[in-house]
Every structure is written in structure tokens, then in C-alpha cells.
């Protein structure tokens, strides 16, 4: 398992610049650990659609990111929004990110699994 990840709040603030110098927004929902709390990003599309990722470990022990959609979540705002009103309830130590971006944008570095691409 991997252990040289970057402090969460480190990895926050490189999030919250790269939406920003793309154009986009990025707001902080809920603070969680500041060392080891894990993320749970939303990305509005400010047209009524959403979707939500979540960090998982691979088989190579690395963090990767997994969207929602493979859990059944569906892509409407208000859907996205109950599973991170769950999330937040089951973990007080979780990062919860909103970013704002009409493309859809995630603005993560680190590999996206979706629905139809196997790992």
C-alpha cells in the first residue's frame, strides 16, 4: 500500500488552483483531517447535472479516483447531492470538494475509473 501521498490539505489546495486557473470554481463543503482525510469531489455542471468521485486503491496499491456512477448513483444534482449528504454522515474526517464547471471537469491528475472502463 502506497504511503507517500500528499497530505490532504496539500492535495486540496493543488485541486482548488488548477480549477482556478482553468476558469473554474472550487469550494470546500466540509474540512476533513488535514493529514489523512480522504476527498469526495462533486462536479456541478450548473445545468442541473452532477457527478461525484471517490479515491479508492487499485490493485497496484496506488490512489485512484472511481466515479459514483459505478455504485448505481445517478447523474442528476439533487441524486449526487444525497450520496454526499450520506458520505458526510458516515465520515466526519472526509474533504468534501464542489467544483463548478460547465464542461463537466473533474481536474483530476490521478487516474478516473468510470462506468465502462475496466481498471
Same mark, same amino acid.
Request: charged content about 35%; hydrophobic content about 35%; some cysteine.
Given at each position: 500500500?502506497?504511503?507517500?501521498?500528499?497530505?490532504? %490539505?496539500? %492535495?486540496?489546495?493543488?485541486?482548488i488552483r488548477r480549477v482556478e486557473v482553468a476558469g473554474s470554481s472550487c469550494f470546500v463543503v466540509q474540512k476533513g483531517d488535514r493529514s489523512?482525510? =480522504?476527498?469526495?469531489?462533486?462536479?456541478?455542471?450548473?445545468?442541473?447535472?452532477?457527478?461525484?468521485?471517490?479515491?479508492?486503491?487499485?490493485?497496484?496499491?496506488?490512489?485512484?479516483?472511481?466515479? /459514483?456512477?459505478?455504485?448505481?448513483?445517478?447523474?442528476?444534482?439533487?441524486?449526487? =447531492?444525497?450520496?454526499?449528504?450520506?458520505?458526510?454522515?458516515?465520515?466526519?474526517?472526509? %474533504?468534501?470538494?464542489? /467544483?463548478?464547471?460547465?464542461?463537466?471537469?473533474?481536474?483530476?491528475?490521478?487516474?478516473?475509473?468510470?462506468?465502462?472502463?475496466?481498471?
Amino acid at each position: 500500500m502506497q504511503e507517500d501521498r500528499l497530505p490532504s %490539505w496539500l %492535495w486540496v489546495d493543488a485541486l482548488i488552483r488548477r480549477v482556478e486557473v482553468a476558469g473554474s470554481s472550487c469550494f470546500v463543503v466540509q474540512k476533513g483531517d488535514r493529514s489523512r482525510g =480522504d476527498i469526495l469531489l462533486k462536479v456541478s455542471d450548473l445545468q442541473g447535472g452532477a457527478r461525484a468521485y471517490v479515491p479508492r486503491t487499485n490493485m497496484e496499491g496506488e490512489r485512484i479516483f472511481a466515479d /459514483v456512477r459505478l455504485q448505481g448513483i445517478g447523474e442528476s444534482e439533487a441524486e449526487v =447531492d444525497d450520496y454526499v449528504r450520506r458520505a458526510r454522515e458516515r465520515d466526519p474526517d472526509l %474533504w468534501v470538494l464542489e /467544483v463548478e464547471d460547465r464542461d463537466g471537469r473533474h481536474f483530476l491528475t490521478e487516474e478516473v475509473e468510470t462506468p465502462g472502463e475496466p481498471e
